[in-house]
């Protein structure tokens, strides 16, 4: 049980989108950073207890070669354990072979990630910008054809450990060619934590301009630098609608040695409860299932709202 005057006041702010979504990728981004290999077994409750507590879009894990991310090396079996209409369970696939390992576990819902710079895009996919977007065009086109929806992430959007600031122009070329492939939807990432609120207002008034819909764009903030929410808002003002978060605040980007961890789901639906939205999400549940994570991994969550309420009482597992 949490006190009362532990709940976010609630103040309405004019001029915001009428609806959030959240989008949840702590049981894929989160975990794949992690060393210490989860048991499958506690990936799948990590999950239901994600959509016991209200969030409706788990991202769930990625048919990545376990020679990359050793870590979900048992996507098969996290699919296998879960009742796939029970809420949205996107996973990630890197190439027409992770596609085809989603397609013959019943997944409906696939991701793609794309980098808007080279240097990312070398050390991360191998490749160069233009064909990685190349190896999704097949990826797209069929999982489009089969009836699914399909996100395209793009990482570096707000800076690059190697290349340093990044143009928005190279940013809009690269959604424009997934949105050409048909992905359904856009999240753009700030990799390593550096983006600020003005870059990020900016941002958006560039893909707007060469035309793309704010409607299909979805935000994913890392909080190396503390900005995270500070970005969340400015994203809000600049008409942005989803936001990628992770529970308890865990992972970030095991290929980019400065992105320390993702925005806490739990710190995002503080704030945005605050600002009168109903994310449907009951935030004692979710701090609870960040503490019982937590506890697996070995380490405190770094959330800030998880610390908080777990102090208070409304973080028992």
Request: hydrophobic share 45%; charged share 20%; with cysteine.
């Given at each position: ?152 992430y793009v990482s570096m959007c707000f800076g690059d450990p190697w290349e340093g600031t990044v ?151």
């Amino acid at each position: 049980m949490i006190l009362p005057a532990t709940l976010p006041t609630v103040v309405r702010q004019p001029g915001l989108p009428a609806a959030v979504r959240v989008y949840e990728v702590g049981p894929r981004d989160g975990l794949q950073a992690e060393k210490t290999v989860v048991p499958t077994a506690t990936k799948v409750e990590f999950v239901q207890r994600l959509v016991r507590a209200g969030l409706d879009t788990v991202e769930v894990t990625s048919f990545v070669s376990p020679r990359w991310v050793p870590q979900l090396a048992d996507a098969p079996d996290v699919v296998a354990g879960l009742d796939l209409h029970a809420a949205r369970h996107p996973v990630l696939v890197p190439n027409e072979r992770g596609l085809d390992r989603a397609l013959e576990c019943g997944v409906w819902e696939i991701a793609v990630f794309a980098s808007a710079t080279e240097a990312f895009a070398r050390n991360n996919l191998n490749s160069t910008v233009d064909d990685s977007l190349r190896m999704f065009e097949p990826v797209v086109r069929r999982g489009r054809e089969a009836g699914m929806r399909v996100r395209g992430y793009v990482s570096m959007c707000f800076g690059d450990p190697w290349e340093g600031t990044v143009a928005p122009a190279q940013i809009a070329a690269v959604a424009g060619r997934l949105l050409e492939m048909g992905v359904t939807s856009l999240s753009l990432g700030d990799t390593i934590g550096a983006g600020t609120a003005g870059q990020v207002i900016a941002l958006v008034e560039h893909l707007v301009g060469a035309g793309v819909d704010r409607d299909v764009v979805a935000m994913h903030f890392h909080d190396t630098y503390g900005q995270a929410l500070a970005n969340v808002h400015a994203a809000l003002t600049a008409g942005i609608a989803e936001f990628d978060a992770s529970a308890g605040g865990i992972g970030g980007c095991p290929f980019a040695r400065s992105a320390t961890g993702n925005l806490a789901t739990e710190d995002l639906v503080w704030m945005l409860t605050g600002l009168g939205y109903d994310t449907g999400v009951d935030l004692p549940e979710l701090v609870a299932t960040s503490v019982w994570m937590s506890q697996v991994l070995g380490r405190p969550s770094p959330s800030a709202v998880v610390r908080a309420m777990a102090r208070d009482g409304g973080g028992q597992s």
